[in-house]
């Protein structure tokens, strides 16, 4: 039915709900307020998920700054180490080199801990050329031990004729100074013959054999190029750290001549008894024996802490023996054992090649210079930078 005003709806008809109809199906007529509710949850799920999003980013950012910043940070760090490293080498290098010039001025005819090289705090305690307090060179060496005196370390160059020849020694003389070491008798007179067949050559094939079997790797067969090689010699594992490095500190393939030349002057104590140990054996006594030869390094020791020293025209028995204040050979074991030592003419006042352990320091970080130098040739023999 039609009314002059449009369609009229019969009685009893429901009113009209937007979405649904009376018969519970859906109209196409769309409530405002429903349509605002459902656009404002729609807004809200949007800004949540920017805002989540927005929050990883500013993680991801923190993370990459933080990062970011550590690698800056340590390569700040790596190039002041690096910068400090080389003013170190440097300053390592000019207190060197003023050492040398302190060795090319040394003119006399012996060589003595009681020189401005060897002991001379005042110019090589603390040597720079510019006026740094964090950047300065020093050379030490290590002091021989005085009754009544706390000082371990001098400031100066060490004699590296002070010390045994292992490529010129024959076994006696290496097997004393093994025994010094702490090394037992029988096991010293083993390593001695393994260090003479390392650089004995030709090489015998069944030690080669034995090397390359038990030790991987072949016998030298030629002389020592440096005292760390030692470790390389048959059973030298074997030994404690303590006692394999005090036989390097004994030893040195820097000496001159043919044979083993030792200077007494700078010899130190560890030397000397491996050496008056040597002595008895060249006399060939049950007579004299090692406590002579301790007591004969105690005579030698009570001469230098004086301040005295030996020139090499006064190396002869009764020259060494006055001033020692032994007795004659009858009725001194001390005075056999020298005589045995100068007649096998081991003893020297002079040397030619001169250790110089020379540190350079600069803002905390420190390096190290080992270097031979002989003065004579005026050559460096040896560098070595750590």
């Known amino acids: 039915m039609k009314s ?5 709806p019969p009685p009893n008809t429901p009113p009209f709900r937007a979405g649904i109809d009376g018969a519970g199906c859906r109209n196409n007529r769309k409530d405002p307020r429903a349509l605002a509710r459902a656009g404002s949850m729609m807004m809200g799920d949007k800004r949540a998920s920017v805002l989540a999003i927005s929050l990883w980013i500013l993680i991801m950012l923190a993370m990459l700054a933080v990062s970011v910043g550590h690698r800056v940070s340590m390569g700040l760090r790596m190039s002041k180490y690096q910068r400090d490293a080389v003013r170190a080498v440097y300053a390592a290098k000019a207190v060197s080199d003023k050492m040398i010039t302190e060795l090319e001025k040394d003119i006399n005819s012996f060589d003595a801990y009681t020189e401005s090289w060897a002991d001379n705090s005042s110019i090589f305690k603390k040597y720079s050329l510019e006026e740094s307090e964090g950047e300065y060179g020093m050379v030490t060496r290590p002091k021989e031990a005085v009754p009544g005196s706390e000082d371990v370390i001098a400031y100066g160059a060490s004699d590296e004729e002070g010390r045994i020849d292992i490529n010129k020694a024959d076994k006696p003389v290496i097997l004393q100074a093994l025994k010094v070491s702490g ?3 029988m096991k010293a007179g083993d ?20 090397y390359l079997y038990s030790m991987g790797y072949s016998c030298k067969g030629s002389s020592f190029s440096s005292t760390e090689e030692l470790i390389l010699v048959k059973g030298m594992r074997e030994l404690t750290q303590e006692k394999f490095e005090k036989l390097k500190s004994m030893a040195t393939i820097y000496g001159t001549g043919n044979t ?8 130190s104590e560890d030397v000397l008894k491996a050496l008056a140990m040597y002595g008895v054996t060249l006399v060939g006594s049950t007579d004299v024996n090692d406590d002579d030869a301790a007591a004969l390094v105690v005579a030698f020791r009570d001469f230098r802490i004086t301040g005295k020293y030996f020139e090499p025209g006064n190396l002869n028995t009764g020259a060494i023996r006055v001033s020692l204040g032994l007795e004659d050979t009858l009725s001194d074991n001390r005075t056999k054992i020298l005589d045995a030592l100068v007649t096998s003419q ?11 352990e020379a540190t350079g ?3 905390g970080v420190a390096k190290t210079l080992t270097i031979i130098y002989n003065p004579d040739s005026h050559k460096t023999v040896f560098w070595h930078e750590r």
């Open 4 to 8: 002059p005003q449009g369609f009229i």
């Open 183 to 185: 090394v037992d008798i």
């Open 191 to 210: 390593l001695a013959e393994n260090i003479i067949q390392w650089k004995k050559s030709p090489v015998d094939p069944l030690l080669e054999k034995e």
């Open 260 to 267: 083993v030349k030792v200077n007494i002057n700078t010899a």
């Open 346 to 356: 081991v003893f020297s006042a002079v040397s030619s090649n001169f250790r110089i």
């Open 361 to 363: 320091i600069a803002g």
